[in-house]
C-alpha cells in the first residue's frame, strides 16, 4: 500500500488523475470502477480538464459504478446515475454503450448482481478502481462486519452512514436504508486501487485502514492485501497516521515518472 499525503485535496486529486490518465494512454480500452460521493469530485474535474485541454481519449474506456441506492429512479436527483451523468459522464467522451451502473429500480436484485459480476468479467475485469473511505471505513457500501471476499449484492445502510449522507436528501423519509454495492472481494479484483480520503473527519477511519489490524469492522483495512493499492490523503485525513512522515519521506525519494 502506497500512501501519498499532499497539502490540499486539489493536489492530492491531481496526482490521482495523472495514475489514471496514464493507465488510459497505455492501455485506450481500460475498465475502470468509479465512485461517487464529495471525495471524488476533484478528481472527476481533473480528468474533465485532460480531456479537453490534453485530448485525454475515453472513447475505448468501460466504466462500472460501484454502487447505487435501491428504489431511487436514474433521474431522480440523489441517484448515482445522476450524479455519474453530472460529474464526469456529459463531460468527457465514453460512450454511453460502456457505462454500467447498478440499477436500483431492478425487480430481481440477485439476479441484477450475479449479471453485473459477469459483466465485469466479460469486459476484462477492472484495470482500476477508485474508491473513497466511510467515516467508519467502509468502502463502496461494504459496512462494518461486510464479508472479505464479498461480490456485488444489497447491503442494508448502517446508522452511521445513513446519518453522514442525509444531508443529500430534503426529507428523512426519502433516504433509501438499502443500496447495490460492489462486494469488497470484486474491489480487491481490480489490478490496481485509488483510493482518496480528504478532511479531519476521515483521519480516524483513514489510520485504522492504513495502520490497524486487518479486520472486517475495518473494511477498508482489506486494501493492506493488495499489491497495487495507493492512498491519497490531504493533510487533516493524514493526521492520525503514526508513520506520515514516513510516507512523505518515501514519496519524495520517488523519480517523477513514479508519480
Same mark, same amino acid.
Given at each position: 500500500?502506497?500512501?501519498?499525503?499532499?497539502?490540499?485535496?486539489?493536489?492530492?486529486?491531481?496526482?490521482?488523475?495523472?495514475?489514471?490518465?496514464?493507465?488510459?494512454?497505455?492501455?485506450?480500452? #481500460?475498465?475502470?470502477?468509479?465512485?461517487?460521493?464529495?471525495?471524488?469530485? +476533484?478528481?472527476? %474535474?481533473? =480528468?474533465?480538464?485532460?480531456? $479537453?485541454?490534453?485530448?485525454?481519449?475515453?472513447?475505448?474506456?468501460?466504466?462500472?459504478?460501484?454502487?447505487?441506492?435501491?428504489?431511487?429512479?436514474?433521474?431522480?436527483?440523489?441517484?448515482?446515475?445522476?450524479?455519474?451523468?453530472?460529474?464526469?459522464?456529459?463531460?468527457?467522451?465514453?460512450?454511453?454503450?460502456q457505462i454500467y451502473?447498478?440499477?436500483?429500480?431492478?425487480?430481481?436484485?440477485?439476479?441484477?448482481?450475479?449479471?453485473?459480476?459477469?459483466?465485469?468479467?466479460?469486459?476484462?475485469?477492472?484495470?482500476?478502481?477508485?474508491?473513497?473511505?466511510?467515516?467508519?471505513?467502509?468502502?463502496?457500501?461494504?459496512?462494518? #462486519?461486510?464479508?472479505?471476499?464479498?461480490?456485488?449484492?444489497?447491503?442494508? +445502510?448502517?446508522? %452511521?452512514? =445513513?446519518?453522514?449522507?442525509? $444531508?443529500f436528501f430534503e426529507?428523512?423519509?426519502?433516504?433509501?436504508?438499502?443500496?447495490?454495492?460492489?462486494?469488497?472481494?470484486?474491489?480487491?479484483?481490480?489490478?490496481?486501487?485509488?483510493?482518496?480520503?480528504?478532511?479531519?473527519?476521515?483521519?480516524?477511519?483513514?489510520?485504522?485502514?492504513?495502520?490497524?489490524?486487518?479486520?472486517?469492522?475495518?473494511?477498508?483495512?482489506?486494501?493492506?492485501?493488495?499489491?497495487?493499492?495507493?492512498?491519497?490523503?490531504?493533510?487533516?485525513?493524514?493526521?492520525?497516521?503514526?508513520?506520515?512522515?514516513?510516507?512523505?519521506?518515501?514519496?519524495?525519494?520517488?523519480?517523477?515518472?513514479?508519480?
Amino acid at each position: 500500500m502506497e500512501i501519498i499525503i499532499q497539502s490540499t485535496p486539489e493536489a492530492a486529486s491531481r496526482l490521482a488523475a495523472r495514475h489514471i490518465a496514464r493507465q488510459i494512454r497505455e492501455k485506450p480500452d #481500460s475498465v475502470l470502477g468509479l465512485a461517487t460521493g464529495s471525495t471524488p469530485r +476533484l478528481l472527476y %474535474q481533473e =480528468l474533465i480538464r485532460l480531456h $479537453r485541454e490534453e485530448g485525454l481519449n475515453f472513447s475505448r474506456v468501460t466504466t462500472f459504478n460501484l454502487d447505487e441506492y435501491v428504489g431511487l429512479p436514474p433521474e431522480h436527483p440523489q441517484s448515482y446515475h445522476q450524479y455519474m451523468h453530472e460529474n464526469f459522464f456529459r463531460f468527457v467522451n465514453i460512450p454511453i454503450s460502456q457505462i454500467y451502473l447498478p440499477d436500483g429500480m431492478t425487480e430481481d436484485v440477485p439476479e441484477f448482481c450475479a449479471a453485473y459480476e459477469d459483466r465485469i468479467q466479460e469486459a476484462g475485469g477492472l484495470d482500476v478502481q477508485i474508491l473513497g473511505i466511510g467515516t467508519d471505513g467502509h468502502v463502496g457500501f461494504n459496512e462494518p #462486519s461486510s464479508s472479505l471476499t464479498s461480490r456485488t449484492r444489497i447491503k442494508t +445502510l448502517t446508522p %452511521q452512514t =445513513l446519518a453522514d449522507n442525509a $444531508r443529500f436528501f430534503e426529507a428523512e423519509g426519502e433516504q433509501p436504508h438499502h443500496v447495490i454495492t460492489m462486494g469488497i472481494g470484486t474491489i480487491m479484483e481490480a489490478r490496481r486501487i485509488l483510493l482518496l480520503a480528504f478532511g479531519q473527519q476521515k483521519a480516524e477511519a483513514v489510520a485504522a485502514a492504513v495502520e490497524g489490524p486487518l479486520t472486517a469492522m475495518v473494511p477498508a483495512s482489506i486494501l493492506q492485501m493488495h499489491s497495487t493499492a495507493h492512498v491519497f490523503l490531504d493533510e487533516p485525513a493524514a493526521g492520525e497516521l503514526t508513520k506520515a512522515d514516513y510516507y512523505r519521506w518515501v514519496l519524495e525519494q520517488k523519480p517523477d515518472w513514479q508519480l
